[in-house]
């Protein structure tokens, strides 16, 4: 099956409406439902603002149990005080009681304008209907109804099997602004009806975010609202996966794949770019050095800034590595763009190659590369360009 054409994931059933708290009247309220109690990891903003819906969700998750997932958008009842905690329970008791489920098998997820109080009366409207609505196969209808900025829905999928059992793996996403690691404004729910081992399920999603959603950024904002979990319900009738096992190490190499992609979107449809381009860095000293250099390049302005005009300007790179903290011999640095090489040992290599790395510049998507040649460290991020239009969007978000 082609991955546009998996719109859902068996023994999980989706609905989504809208409620009247996005002005725009798009979808804005959705439902994720699972047929049995799933186990459940998850992981959280980092910011030490947090939302009223993480704070009610993080214990369930911790729990290790969760059915269902209640996600809005166009507010994100965050800086809401006790209020917004009692509206984040209350709308989880009104998706709890509309499913027959136990209120604490219930994650609530917010997205949106931070400050202002939810309009419960639109849940105490919409959520008992929202769940006569559930219909498998409909998952595209909840990336619709979570987006904010986003322009374009985030969805991907995968298959695998273990013991001659077949099993899916699928992620919705959203994201485009105040996206940078540890999280990003971004909310990200996978499903699989893979049968996982609690401790394993908790490590592979901390592991696979760690390499993807922990690898990102696009304006160094990092949300109050940053939520991904990660639901498997079992019905596949697989043994229980374990880690360090041939089964494990499959799941996980899907799992990263799914969040690497769903990242990857995010960081393409940051708000107002145009290019994705990941940084890579090598030769580090050790692969945490590795990560520090290439965050201090990817969230560079100067950088961005120079990756939307096309500019093959490799003096703001060496010198954002220079800053980064990590263990640096100037005399040694090497800097590709794409495969042309602009910087070795430290120096430029001429105008004729900066020429030809500006032609890479001016694709959607490239690599640059910097080469420490210090070590077997490495490290990725990915980053998008800072562009006009980012202030625009920004400077409008609450009109």
Not at 87 to 92: A, F, T, V
């Amino acid at each position: 099956m082609n991955n546009e054409e998996i719109k859902g994931v068996p023994g999980f059933r989706f609905a989504a409406c809208s409620a009247g708290l996005k002005k725009s009247g798009r979808p804005d309220l959705a439902l994720i439902v699972s047929d049995v109690p799933a186990r459940c990891a998850g992981v959280f903003t980092t910011n030490k603002v947090v939302a009223a819906p993480v704070q009610i969700t993080l214990p369930r998750v911790r729990n290790g149990r969760c059915q269902a997932i209640l996600v809005n958008s166009g507010n994100a009842n965050a800086c809401t005080g006790e209020q917004g905690r009692r509206d984040s329970l209350r709308s989880g008791a009104l998706a709890a009681a509309a499913l027959g489920i136990d209120e604490e098998l219930v994650a609530v997820s917010s997205t949106g304008v931070i400050g202002v109080p939810l309009a419960m009366d639109k849940f105490e409207q919409h959520v008992a209907p929202l769940a006569g609505q559930l219909q498998p196969d409909c998952a595209d209808l909840v990336t619709a109804a979570i987006m904010t900025t986003d322009s374009f829905a985030k969805r991907y999928a995968v298959t695998g099997e273990v013991a001659g059992r077949p099993y899916r793996i699928l992620g919705v996403a959203k994201g485009a602004g105040m996206i940078h690691p540890n999280m990003a404004t971004m909310l990200a729910f996978v499903m699989t009806d893979a049968d996982l081992d609690g401790v394993f399920a908790d490590s592979a999603l901390r592991s696979g975010a760690d390499r993807s959603f922990n690898s990102i950024t696009v304006d160094r904002d990092t949300s109050t609202n940053d939520m991904v979990l990660l639901l498997a319900n079992g019905v596949a009738g697989n043994p229980p996966i374990v880690a360090d096992s041939a089964a494990g190490r499959q799941f996980q190499a899907l799992l990263d794949e799914v969040l690497l992609e769903l990242a990857k979107m995010i960081v393409r449809d940051g708000e107002g770019a145009t290019k994705l381009v990941r940084i890579l860095v090598q030769g580090a000293a050790s692969d945490a050095e590795a990560k520090l250099a290439a965050c201090s390049v990817a969230t560079s302005n100067l950088v961005k800034t120079a990756f939307f005009g096309q500019d093959a300007n490799w003096g703001r790179i060496i010198a954002a590595v220079g800053y980064s903290g990590a263990q640096v011999d100037p005399e040694r640095v090497g800097i590709c763009f794409g495969d042309v090489p602009v910087v070795e040992n430290g120096l430029g290599t001429g105008k004729e190659l900066e020429a030809r790395a500006t032609e890479v510049l001016k694709t959607p998507e490239f690599t640059v590369t910097v080469d420490l040649h210090l070590g077997q460290g490495q490290a990725h991020y990915y980053t998008s360009d800072l562009t006009y239009d980012y202030v625009k969007i920004n400077a409008d978000y609450r009109s």
